[in-house]
C-alpha cells in the first residue's frame, strides 16, 4: 500500500509537470495537449499497477520495459526504469567502434579517451556555421525506446541551435530541436554538404522540442507512433542518426551522450550484469562457442545453443565489452558494434554472422564505377581525396562479379580514416601506417578497416589508447610515401611507423623494373621516388604530372632464361637476376636514408598481400625448370625467405603476417576473389598480425621516453 501511495504522488507530480511543459512551449492546442495528457496518465497508471505487480512478485523472467512486460516487437529488451540506453550514437565507446558509415560536414570528430576503449567525451569542433555528424547503422534495434538524449560534459551552450534528428527505415524523418530561433530566419548551409545528398538530413521532419532536464542535458519524449515504429522494425528502424549544430565557427562541443533510452528515472545502478541474446544467420552445431571480451582484457566464453541463444553473466557494470562469434575465417560482432557500453542487464543482443554485403543475384558492379564528391585538395603530404567528402565504390566495371558496395569517407586531412589531430592531449599510444591502396582500402567503410580495428585491440592489449593513423596512395610504397612520412606520419611524434612492403612495390621503385611492370618511364614517374646522384647517393624525385605523356606499354617479357617478370624476386639470392639485386640495394638504402632522417621513429616494415595472393593459388612454392634443364625454388615463400634475410642483415624490423588454415578455403579468404584488396576478414587479420608484431617489437626495444 505504501508503495502504491508513492507511486501515486509521483505519478500527480508527473502529470502536473508534463501539463505545464505543454502549456509553456505551446506545442499543442489546449484540447490536444489535455487528451495528450489523458493518455499519459492512463499510460502512467497501468505502469504504476504493474510495478506494484513487479514487486508483489519478484523473480519474474519475463523481458520488460520500463516496468510494464514487453511482448510481440518490443520484447527483445530487458530494459528497466533506470533510463538505460537502447541505442546510442555517441556515448563512452567511440563511434567508429560501433557499425556503419560515419560523415562530418562542416567540423571535426575528436573522441576524448579514457582508456584502451573507453571514451571520456566527443568533441565536435565547428569549422564553419553550421555542422553535421551523420550516423548510418548497419544495424539499429531499437524496441522500447521512449526518450531521446544529448548530454554534455560540462553545461548546454546556450546560443547554439541543436537538431537530433532519426530517419527512419521508410524515409520519414523525426527532428528534435534546442535552442533559439529566430522567426522568419534559416540555418546557414552545412559547409561541403554533397549536392542533393539526403535532403531530409539538412532540413524538414516534424519537429520535436528538446527540453532541459538539467544544464547539461537535453530530452525528448518520443511520440507514441514513433515508439511504435522503432518496435516494428526490429534490427534495421533507423537509417539515420545526426546532429546538426548551428553555432560560432571554432566553439566545440563536448558531448558525452546521445541516444534513444528506455525510462527516465533513476535508479542504483547494479555492480554486475547479464548480457544475453542470440546469433543469427549462421550453421550452428554442437560445440560452437561466442567470446565475451572486457576493456581490460578479461575474456570468458559460452557456448551458443543450437538455437543460437546464449548467455553471459557476473560483467562488471559501466564497462566496454565485445562479443566475438567466430565463422568463415572472421569474427562477427553484436548489432551495437565491436565494442559497446554496457550499464544494464540486457537480452535482445543479436549477432549477425551474415557479411555486410552479399551479392545475391551474382550481378557485375556497375558501370559507373567510383563515384566521389570532388577531386583531391593537396597539402604537403599529397593526400589524395578533398577533406570530409564521400566516395562510393562498388567495384572496378570490368570485373565480373560485384564482391562489395563500399561507402567510405575521408578525414580532415583527406585520408579514408577518422579525423586525426597531430596534438596527443590523451597521451595515447600512437602508430602510423602507410602503404599503398590496400592501407587507403576504398573497398570497406572506415569502421572496418585494419587500423580502426587496431586501435582496440592493441589498446586492450597494452592497457592504454591507442591511436592508428592510416594513409597511403595507390602503389604507394615506401619511397613513394616519403612526403607523407615527413609533413604527415611524423607530425603525430609516433611511437612507430608502419610501412607496407611487398613484391610489386619493391619492383617499382627499381628504374628498369618500374618501366618494363609498369611501362612507366622512370625519370618522368606517377609516382614520388628516390634516384640515385652522380655521387652515389639518393636524390628525392617529385612526381611529373606530366607522366602519361612519356609512358608506353608494360613488357612481361622473362628476366632472364625461365624467370618471369613478376618473380624476379622471387627466387633465393643465390639465382636471382642482377635487377633483382639491384631491387634490394635500392630498398636498404632507402631505409637508411629514412632512418636516418627520423632517427627517433622506430620502424616496422610488413608485408601481407603476397601471401594472400599466392595462398588463394595455392602456389606459395615450387620448382621451377629453367630452359638449361635445372630447376629454381620460387614463390611467394621465397620471397618471405628473402625479406627475412634481408631485414635480419639491415638489422630492420619486420613482420610476414602468415595466413590462417581457416582463411585458406572459399568464402573465407583474407582478399576478395576478383579485387585482391583485403577483404573484411583480411582486415581483421592485418590488424591482429601488427598488433602482435607491435607488442613483440616492443619487448624487444621499449620505446623512448618523448
Known sequence: MKVRIILAAALAAIVAAAAGYYVHNRVYNVVLALRQIEKEQQALTARVDSLVAEIDSVGSSAPVYAGVPLSGAGAGYKGSPSGAPVISMLDRVGLYQKNGTVEIYGADYRPRMAGPVRVRSTEIRMGSPRAQLIWAPDHATAAGATEIRLRYRTTVPGKAVIRVG?????????????????????????????????????????????????????????????????????????????????????????????????????????????????????????????????????????????DGRFRFEGIPAGTPVSLRFRYDGMDSYAMLGRWFWLEADRDDIVVDARPRFVNETGKPPPATGATSQGTSSPEDHQNVLAPHTRLVWPGHPTMPLQEYDALTFANNHGYLDRDRFYDNPDGCFRAVHLGSSLSNAQQVPVFQKYNIVMESELGVKLGRCVEVISAGRDNGDIA???????????????????????????????????????????????????????????????????????????????????????????????????????????????????????????????????????????????????????TVRMGGAVLIANLSQFCREQKLDCVNPVIPQENRTAGASVTFKYDSHYSPAGHQWLAASLTDAIIQVMKRRPAEPR
Not at 617499382?508 to 634516384?531: K, N, W
Request: aromatic share 8%; glycine share 10%; hydrophobic share 40%.
Open 166 to 306: 532519426l530517419v527512419y527505415k521508410d524515409g520519414t524523418t523525426s527532428i528534435f530541436v534546442a535552442g533559439p530561433r529566430g522567426e522568419g530566419t534559416s540555418a546557414p548551409a552545412v559547409s561541403g554538404f554533397p549536392p542533393g545528398y539526403a535532403s531530409f538530413l539538412a532540413n524538414g521532419g516534424t519537429e520535436i522540442p528538446l527540453v532541459a532536464r538539467d544544464p547539461a542535458t537535453l530530452s525528448g519524449v518520443l511520440p507514441r507512433e514513433l515508439h511504435d515504429k522503432l518496435a516494428a522494425s526490429a534490427q534495421h528502424a533507423i537509417r539515420y542518426f545526426f546532429i546538426d549544430i548551428t553555432d560560432r565557427a571554432g566553439t566545440i562541443h563536448d558531448i558525452e551522450s546521445l541516444g534513444l533510452y528506455a525510462g527516465a528515472a533513476a535508479s542504483p545502478r547494479e555492480k554486475v550484469l547479464s548480457l544475453a541474446g542470440r546469433v543469427i544467420n549462421a550453421n550452428l552445431g554442437l560445440g560452437r562457442e561466442i567470446t565475451l571480451i572486457t576493456e581490460n582484457g578479461t575474456q570468458s566464453r559460452q557456448n551458443v545453443g543450437t
Open 480 to 630: 613513394s610515401n616519403y612526403r607523407r612520412l615527413k609533413f604527415y606520419a611524423a607530425k603525430f611524434q609516433p611511437d612507430v611507423v608502419l610501412l607496407e612492403n611487398g613484391n610489386s612495390l619493391m619492383m617499382q621503385m627499381q628504374p628498369e623494373l618500374l618501366r618494363r611492370y609498369l611501362g612507366v618511364d622512370p625519370e618522368f614517374s606517377m609516382l614520388d621516388g628516390f634516384d640515385y646522384g652522380k655521387d652515389g647517393k639518393l636524390v628525392f624525385r617529385e612526381m611529373s604530372p606530366n607522366w602519361p605523356m612519356h609512358a608506353g606499354k608494360p613488357d612481361f617479357s622473362p628476366i632472364g632464361p625461365g624467370i618471369a617478370l613478376t618473380s624476379v624476386l622471387m627466387v633465393p639470392f643465390a639465382q636471382m637476376p642482377d635487377v633483382g639485386r639491384a631491387a634490394y640495394k635500392k630498398l636498404a638504402d632507402v631505409m637508411s636514408l629514412i632512418r636516418s632522417e627520423f632517427p627517433r621513429i622506430r620502424f616496422i616494415l610488413h608485408t601481407g598481400l603476397d601471401q594472400a595472393v599466392c595462398a588463394q593459388n595455392n602456389d606459395c612454392d615450387r620448382q621451377q625448370a629453367l630452359p638449361d634443364g635445372r
